[in-house]
């Protein structure tokens, strides 16, 4: 009919192109994986069939894990045109499927409360299980007495008893044979919840009441900025979510890396999980293209959750918020300093290298509206590091001012302990360095790019 109909109409090429931006972000999360390490991948609908072929492709179909269906909404949509589209995908990908582990979830107060302790074991709850077993066996019929009450009992017939006689009267030796309160009840196994497997396999199918629901999240974020009229996402991810993928596919000293952080679910998940485990150590790396959100939302939503914050009611009070705890740093990303071969970029301003200098060497930032009036760039457990940048490359000329000479030495800003300076060539002998208390490192050679 030569008619282009639906939401492709609108662009032929939207589907390429989403491909085509998906495709390196997911081959470098890839290499940045640790051997056993595994990728959740959050997807709708439109495009869970593409992601699909995309990470087949990247991680090997033998890698793939599972395809989580996440109940996003709690009740269906009337208004739906044909169904009510209640759920998303996750999809989990290992790097290595031989390696990878997924954990347990923690089992619920609900699984516990089915432990009673009706004898007061000093092994504590308990639960009743069968003892019977389907089929007839050899050996599968005898006599178990109640020691109470000396009640006999077999097992049924087309059944036989779970244990042997031998292992059976060991375990009515070690009161785990439970023959009801007056002793005449058929006998059951004591299963003690201090022995059970602590923790539960997950379900593909991740329902709300545990894993929230996006209502839920836009709940949370009223709650974190409710000076706001309006939330600023519309579709967020509630924090019991990522809180649980990362239970099942993190251990406790792991960096959890978002590169599409929003509103800064995932770093909310992980320090509320350090705070409700001790032993937790977890550390994320978020990753924000859309710099007013990372600035206005993402910061700003972990800042507050971090150090405590208040809600506002409608009402005119306030509602004071217990700080999670723990930290992060905000790092803005500049224009590349260093070419494919680890050569400084022209262009390359004094400021601009000092900056990476400074944080390559000690892991610290410099903050941002620190001044430099000379090569000085800062101090840092005992060391000063200096630049000699006059943002000229290649000036290697003893009066330019990015060669180390005795007269520039004697310019430098004083100090007694030791120094790390850079420079494109040092005129020094290697006594006078030592002498001085120097370490010199060469432009652009010995400047970590990564």
């Known amino acids: 009919m030569n008619e282009v109909v639906g939401r492709e109409g609108e662009d032929l090429t939207r589907h390429d192109k989403w491909l085509c931006m998906m495709y390196p972000r997911l081959q470098l999360l890839k290499k940045l994986l640790k051997p056993n390490g595994i990728l959740f991948a959050s997807i709708d609908d439109n495009e869970v069939h593409s992601m699909r072929f995309l990470l087949d492709e990247i991680f090997g179909r033998n890698n793939f894990v599972s395809q989580l269906g996440w109940q996003k909404v709690y009740s269906p949509k009337n208004q739906s045109t044909y169904f009510s589209n209640d759920y998303e995908f996750i999809l989990c990908y290992a790097k290595n499927i031989n390696k990878c582990t997924i954990n347990l979830l923690p089992r619920t107060a609900e699984m516990n409360k089915r432990y009673k302790n009706s004898d007061e074991d000093s092994r504590g709850p308990w639960q009743s299980g069968d003892l019977i077993a389907n089929e007839e066996r050899t050996n599968g019929h005898y006599i178990v007495k109640s020691p109470k009450t000396g009640k006999e009992f077999d097992a049924p017939q087309g059944k036989h008893w779970a244990y042997s006689q031998d292992n059976l009267e060991k375990l009515i030796a070690d009161n785990r044979i439970w023959f009801g309160k007056t002793g005449n009840n058929f006998p059951r196994i004591k299963q003690f919840l201090s022995e059970v497997k602590q923790g539960r396999k997950a379900s593909s199918l991740l329902l709300h009441k545990e894993f929230g629901h996006t209502d839920e999240a ?24 990522i809180k649980n993928l990362l239970i099942l596919g993190s251990a406790e000293n792991d960096i959890i890396l978002d590169s599409f952080s929003g ?65 992060f740093r905000y790092c803005k990303l500049g224009e590349p300093l260093f070419d494919k071969f680890g050569n400084v970029h022209k262009g390359v301003k004094f400021r601009e290298l000092a900056f990476h200098i400074f944080f390559s060497e000690t892991g610290v930032p410099l903050k941002e509206n620190t001044k430099f009036i000379s090569p000085f760039i800062g101090k840092f457990k005992g060391t000063a590091y200096y630049l000699l940048f006059n943002g000229i490359l290649g000036d290697k000329s003893v009066n330019g001012g990015n060669v180390l000479t005795s007269k520039i030495l004697s310019e430098l800003k004083s100090y007694n302990g030791q120094k790390i300076i850079f420079g494109e060539s040092c005129r020094l002998s290697l006594a006078r360095l030592k002498k001085e208390n120097i370490i010199f490192k060469q432009i652009p050679y010995e400047i970590k790019t990564s």
Do not use: C, H, M, W
């Open 263 to 327: 509103t800064g679910t995932t770093g909310n998940a992980v320090l509320s999980l350090n705070k409700e485990y001790p032993s937790s150590k977890r550390k994320f790396i978020l990753i924000e293209i859309d710099s007013e959100i990372a600035r206005t939302v993402t910061v700003q939503r972990l800042k507050r959750v971090s150090t405590g914050y208040e809600i506002q009611k409608q009402n005119g009070t306030s509602e004071k918020v217990e700080a999670l705890g723990g930290g």
């Open 218 to 241: 836009k709940k949370e974020l009223r709650k974190i900025f409710s000076e706001l009229e309006k939330i600023p996402f519309d579709t967020p991810k509630p924090t019991k979510l």
